[in-house]
């Protein structure tokens, strides 16, 4: 069986993805992406090439499977690709962001056409299947399972056995969706209230000189580590010391750092979005808070470091249920089933 894989491959979710496939296929399967580089001149010489690429495949042997990310990028590349079965997952709430202007416009018209043509759209949640129905995707072409998070990998640690001063992590792209700078601000006020905490900062991205240069500003250096892009082996290691999970993006899919997160024993205090609701009950087993707002940011990361002891049973919840709902061998077994079935279809 032929699988090609469109999307990029660097980015946590992909590499869940595809893992999945591999490990129910066997073997390897094939990937094609625009070269990531920080440079615009260079990212529109790769995307170039990359089109090249696509329309040489033409001339192949078509795939059996095509899977692609994002309707509004790789999912119509997908459409180019001669192929038996095509499978678009949807990476947020909608792809078609940011939702004004010309690039909404275009955005929800590349959404619509992909998901009129593609034979399965993947939502990680039932909050992601709106914006598909809207799109003019059929119900029956939706399949709505989270991938999963390998569980081997996420051990669960306690609270009661983190004992050091209180450690936040953050494990997004730093880029502008993701709103890092109101973390720094919200650790900020905390130190300002003689609150001790620190922060680290796990990821890469354009915004990482900025927001190191906000933390020296804002005079929290001392507070914040930044790490950069880590093996991927280290970072369950670093979630499982955290005694808090933060994510503050204007916009959420189905967050598979969130799962992460709770599969570690680190306590999720994330933006009020019908993403997160959908796990997160308010004051009980996490926080949710608005967007932009730094001052009640760092009020719930005190909120829960002055009373730790009270959320120990339902971080213990949040384990429990990742172990229930979102396991990565049993998830990825259906879903690569499910794409078995629809390739019989087109016998």
Sequence with gaps: MRILFLGETYRADAKTWIEGIELNLGKKIETKEVAFTPQRWRRLL????FL?????MRFQKPYDLVLAERATSYGFFALLVKAKVRVVAQQGITDAFPEEGFTGIYKRYFQRKVYKKA???HAWGNVMTYAMLESGAAPSKIMVLPKGINLSHYKFRPQTQKEHEAIGIVTRSLSDIYRHEDILKAFAILKRRGVNASCWIVGDGV???????LSKELEVEDR???FGRIDNKLLPELLAESNFYL???ETEGVSASLFEAMASGSFPIVTDLPAN??????GENGFLVPVGQPEILASKIEEYILNKDKYFDQVQLNRDFIESKVSFERNMKLIFERYLQLLEKKK
Excluded: H, Y
């Design 247 to 249: 994510a503050v993006p």
């Design 207 to 213: 915004l990482r000189t900025k927001l190191e240069d």
């Design 46 to 49: 790769f995307f170039a090439r």
């Design 224 to 226: 914040i580590r930044f």
């Design 277 to 282: 609701r959908a796990f997160i009950r308010q």
């Design 119 to 121: 034979d399965l759209v």
């Design 52 to 56: 090249i690429e696509l329309f040489f």
